[in-house]
């Protein structure tokens, strides 16, 4: 059993960065965020894998950036030039399946394991 906790969260206005992080008890081959808006279905935003590829929504890419610190067992993502339409719950999730592809972060929402969420609010 994996746990993970999310932090980072918050309130910004829209152009602004936020940096969310996700502290992981256990060794899993992928890990990434989803995300959830009210009244929307989870979407997937990034994944990377054990040897760090990474994978990431047309909606986010360019924006967003997926890292991981294997030593400390953490990860990361950085969002900058954040727009409204980014407002949702972000969810951390790790899994044992390997995926290597640039559509992986599409499997984000249905992995094995996930925080409970820190919540992003982007105004205008």
């Known amino acids: 059993q994996v746990q993970l906790v999310e932090s980072g969260g918050g309130s910004v206005q829209a152009g602004g960065s936020l940096r969310l992080s996700c502290a992981a008890s256990?060794?899993?081959?992928?890990m990434g965020w989803f995300r959830q808006a009210p009244g929307k279905e989870r979407e997937g935003v990034a994944t990377?894998?054990?040897?760090?590829?990474?994978s990431y929504a047309y909606s986010v890419k360019g924006r967003f950036t997926i890292g991981k610190d294997s030593a400390k067992n953490i990860l990361y993502l950085q969002m900058n030039s954040l727009k409204p339409e980014d407002t949702a719950l972000y969810y951390c999730?790790?899994?044992?399946?390997?995926?290597?592809?640039?559509?992986?972060?599409?499997?984000?929402?249905?992995?094995?394991?996930r925080g409970q969420g820190t919540q992003v609010t982007v105004s205008s």
């Open positions: 999730a790790a899994d044992d399946r390997y995926c290597s592809g640039d559509y992986c972060y599409a499997s984000v929402p249905s992995y094995t394991y």
């Open positions: 990377i894998n054990s040897n760090s590829r990474t």
């Open positions: 256990g060794y899993t081959r992928s």
